[in-house]
């Protein structure tokens, strides 16, 4: 099995910064794509929002953040997604995601293993 534990949460004002860290754990998991997903307050669907290869030469971002966040990865089981200037509509629960078949597979929403989530709330 595998174990997607993230940190790095919290509240922010608008225009500042934060930066999340997720570590994959289990025999399972492989060389797979790593990366992030988001659920806002009231939406019952989870948006994505990047993901990384484990050599991090491929890197997809949700139009949203594109600009804004920047993801990356340390490890391979270690993945980072460090986001500036956040909005407001940022305000989310972001879960780590991972996929074996990589970070195109997460873009396209097919995700093997989630995190527990980690809530991000961003004041005006």
């Known amino acids: 099995q595998v174990q997607l534990d993230e940190s790095g949460g919290g509240l922010v004002q608008a225009g500042g910064s934060l930066r999340l860290s997720c570590e994959a754990s289990?025999?399972?998991?492989?060389?797979?794509?790593l990366g992030w997903f988001r659920q806002a307050p009231e939406k019952e669907d989870r948006e994505f929002v990047a993901s990384i290869s484990e050599s991090g030469d491929r890197i997809y971002y949700g139009d949203s953040v594109e600009g804004r966040f920047t993801i990356s990865r340390e490890t391979k089981n270690t993945a980072f997604l460090h986001m500036n200037n956040l909005k407001p509509e940022d305000t989310a629960v972001y879960y780590c995601?991972?996929?074996?078949?990589?970070?195109?597979?997460?873009?396209?929403?097919?995700?093997?293993?989630w995190g527990q989530g980690t809530q991000v709330t961003v004041s005006s």
């Open positions: 995601a991972a996929a074996a078949g990589g970070p195109r597979t997460l873009r396209a929403g097919v995700v093997d293993w």
């Open positions: 289990g025999r399972a998991f492989g060389s797979g794509g």
